[in-house]
């Protein structure tokens, strides 16, 4: 069988995370990319598992040598998703992204047969309930993520797959439905 690249995007609190780690709970020929990133490990996070740490000159050389499928720069420490772990793992299993819109058309143009996938709300106030629930950011944050929204939104016409994550199971057979599929 094929295995797939996708890069699943959308707005921050439309259940992303929560369809990506189940999927990969529930099968083992599915796995998340593994990005490097210049910013120190965090406590519990483990190299090769959570991110590759990478110090900024080798951060560096790695772009020189286009190990990027895309990268970026967020608050002072480059991340990027390694196009070498990519390609090895395709060999064997299929590779989840969770990335944003930026960095989902990036990869799309250094890999053409990544899938682009967004997963939207069913409405706004929905999203507003699930970023509220969640509880991890403030008002503040919340409304910032909203802002985002738009923008994010605003891309849906250049993506392969749109999932509505109304009913969480129904999303992810709809997830599962397309890595079988390509
Ligand atoms: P993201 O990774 O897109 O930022 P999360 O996976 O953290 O979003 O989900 C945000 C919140 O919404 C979580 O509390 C999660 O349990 C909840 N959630 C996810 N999918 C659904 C759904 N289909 N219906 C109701 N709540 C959901
Ligand atoms: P954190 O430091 O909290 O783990 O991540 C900070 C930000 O970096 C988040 O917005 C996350 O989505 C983004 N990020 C993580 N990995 C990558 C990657 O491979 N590429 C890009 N472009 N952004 C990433």
Do not use: W
Not at 100 to 121: I, N, R, Y
Not at 170 to 179: E, F, G, M, R
């Amino acid at each position: 069988m094929k295995h797939v690249l996708l890069a699943v995007s959308g707005p921050s609190g439309v259940g992303k995370g929560t369809m990506v780690k189940t999927i990969i709970e529930r099968r083992s020929d599915v796995v998340e990319s593994v990005s490097c990133t210049t910013r120190p490990p965090r406590e519990g996070e483990v190299h090769g598992k959570h991110y590759f740490f990478l110090s900024r000159e080798e951060f560096e050389r790695r772009i020189q040598e286009d190990d990027f499928l895309e990268y970026d720069e967020h608050f002072g420490n480059y991340y990027g998703t390694p196009k070498s772990f990519v390609r090895e793992t395709l060999k064997t299993k299929s590779v989840i992204m969770e990335i944003d819109v930026v960095g989902s058309l990036e990869a799309k143009k250094s890999f053409p047969e990544c899938k682009l996938v967004m997963v939207v709300p069913p409405s706004v106030d929905e999203l507003k309930r699930r970023l509220s629930g969640r509880g991890s950011e403030t008002e503040e944050q919340i409304q910032g993520r909203l802002a985002r929204m738009e923008y994010e939104l605003s891309h849906k016409h250049l993506y392969d797959y749109i999932i509505v994550n109304d009913d969480l199971e129904k999303a992810i057979a709809d997830l599962c439905k397309i890595i079988d599929g390509e």
